[in-house]
């Protein structure tokens, strides 16, 4: 099968994650599959499979996320079975795509924010739709108007599942090293975030709840990621008198030595879809604490694995945490048992390749 799949480019969010993930999946699987970037290189450009093609549509880096010249006669002259857009931008050009093509393209629903007018003609015009979860594919039927036949439910997979040939031994040393690392002490509670410094994934809201814990409590609160909302998280911490409590560790080309050495997953972010943070986390037995957001009821089991708070109750928030704390050595290591089996089963990633490659095999 010949694959063509579409995205502006390759920033370190988790749709981005997902393409790289997919592209390099349907290769290995022996598919010829070309990646279509609007921009070149990107912090995942580094990530992709020698097996898949990537074309870049820009001369230069123009830095314009939506402009995508010549996508159609390339995708013309490629002649896919089957074209996959993923994220915002590229999903605005899935409906033009269709019409100049009898074969099938599909869109993704992987988002939680407003979509552009573009994006919904699209929905309206492509062959099919997934959506990452359950509650985005109803934002689909009731808010857009798709007909349900014309949409599947396919997860987002783990990008970094937990090394499965790792000894109890070796985890337990992986994780003081990098709490030693951070200067976290064995009794330290580690709250980790991995997100996009962007307004919508609101890791100003996190320092605030931190802020609020108990005084006597022995926390920090690791931040991994960059971007534009990074330097006012920055000034906050400092404004707040919070110290070294709050690291800002950058970004994270494998995340896993985080979840091993973290006690407790938080995210406070307002626009989800699913969050590979929060699955991400489950699959290494980090129990999660986040705002209320579509998906978020999805990437654990909700008052067993995970707590969805109601946005903007920081005193919930913070309670919920210290909640966790307070479990016995036992509770917790059942918790974080049923977290790993849920993830590592829910979000399997040869399942979610063989979702798109029989959903691709069906459309054609």
């Not at 010249?69 to 590229?90: E, H, N, T, Y």
């Not at 050009?93 to 407003?114: F, W």
């Not at 036992?330 to 979702?355: C, H, K, N, S, W």
């Amino acid at each position: 099968m010949k694959i063509l799949t579409v995205q502006d480019y390759l920033r370190s969010g988790g749709t981005e994650r997902q393409t790289v993930l997919l592209s390099n999946a349907f290769a290995a699987a022996g598919h010829a599959v070309t990646l279509a970037t609007f921009r070149p290189g990107g912090p995942l450009a580094g990530t992709l499979s020698e097996r898949v093609a990537h074309h870049v549509l820009q001369p230069f880096n123009l830095g314009l996320d939506w402009f995508a010249p010549g996508l159609a006669p390339f995708s013309a002259k490629l002649a896919p079975d089957v074209i996959l857009c993923m994220g915002r931008m590229a999903n605005c050009y899935a409906g033009h795509l269709q019409a100049q093509r009898p074969g099938p393209v599909v869109a993704t629903m992987r988002t939680g924010k407003k979509l552009p007018w573009l994006f919904r003609r699209s929905l309206q015009h492509c062959r099919h739709v997934v959506a990452n979860g359950h509650e985005a594919r109803e934002t689909l039927v009731r808010d857009y108007a798709l007909p349900a036949e014309k949409t599947s439910v396919i997860p987002n997979a783990l990008v970094f599942p937990p090394a499965s040939s790792a000894t109890g031994g070796e985890v337990a040393a992986e994780r003081a090293s990098v709490r030693t690392r951070f200067g976290a002490g064995p009794a330290t509670l580690v709250l980790v975030c991995v997100a996009m410094f962007r307004p919508e994934k609101n890791q100003r809201e996190l320092i605030e709840i931190a802020a609020r814990l108990p005084a006597g409590l022995d926390w920090q609160l690791w931040l991994a990621g960059d971007g534009p909302a990074r330097r006012t998280c920055e000034r906050l911490v400092r404004a707040r008198g919070l110290g070294d409590r709050v690291k800002f560790l950058g970004f994270q080309r494998n995340p896993s030595p985080l979840y091993a050495a973290a006690d407790v997953a938080v995210h406070a972010s307002w626009s989800e879809a699913l969050s590979n943070f929060l699955i991400e986390a489950q699959a290494h037995g980090v129990p999660f604490v986040a705002y209320e957001a579509q998906g978020i009821r999805e990437c654990g089991i909700p008052g067993r694995t995970g707590w969805p708070i109601a946005r903007n109750h920081r005193d919930e928030f913070g309670a919920a945490i210290v909640r966790l704390t307070a479990r016995s050595a036992t509770a917790r290591a059942a918790l974080q048992g049923e977290a790993r089996a849920y993830a590592r089963t829910t979000f399997d990633p040869e399942r979610q390749v063989a979702a798109y490659l029989e959903l691709f095999r069906r459309l054609g």
